[in-house]
Nanobody, 120 residues
Framework: QVQLVESGGGLVQPGGSLRLSCVTS????????MSWVRQAPGKGPEWVSS????????IYTETVKGRFTISRDNAKSTLFLLMNSLAPEDTAQYYC?????????????WGQGTQVIVSS
């Protein structure tokens, strides 16, 4: 059974940082492209970042470049998203997803999400 379980979200002030984690099981993590997707209240899903199998290649949507860093630990089948200089427009439910490279993976491949709220 494929499982993706995100954690690390919360309430943070503008300019603050959070590190999201996604523990996975039930599939071959170390041969899978992985992505982060977010969905703000009342809006459609937005692709945020993707990482290749080894972690050597990463891509980001323009609005998070230089602020967010995607990484992975294949030994622990875990995906991360380090988010710095957070702004109110980063408020969203964040999902890790199997697959995708600059595109939003199928909804069935997402986790349950973790909430990020950026507010003073």
């Amino acid at each position: 059974q494929v499982q993706l379980v995100e954690s690390g979200g919360g309430l943070v002030q503008p300019g603050g940082s959070l590190r999201l984690s996604c523990v996975t099981s039930g599939f071959s993590f170390n041969t899978s492209l992985m992505s982060w997707v977010r969905q703000a209240p009342g809006k459609g899903p937005e692709w945020v970042s993707s990482i290749n199998f080894s972690g050597a290649a990463t891509i980001y949507t323009e609005t998070v470049k230089g602020r967010f860093t995607i990484s992975r630990d294949n030994a622990k089948s875990t995906l991360f998203l380090l988010m710095n200089s957070l702004a109110p427009e980063d408020t969203a439910q964040y999902y890790c997803a199997r697959g995708g490279w600059g595109t939003i993976p199928a909804r069935v491949s997402w986790g349950q999400g973790t909430q990020v709220i950026v507010s003073s």
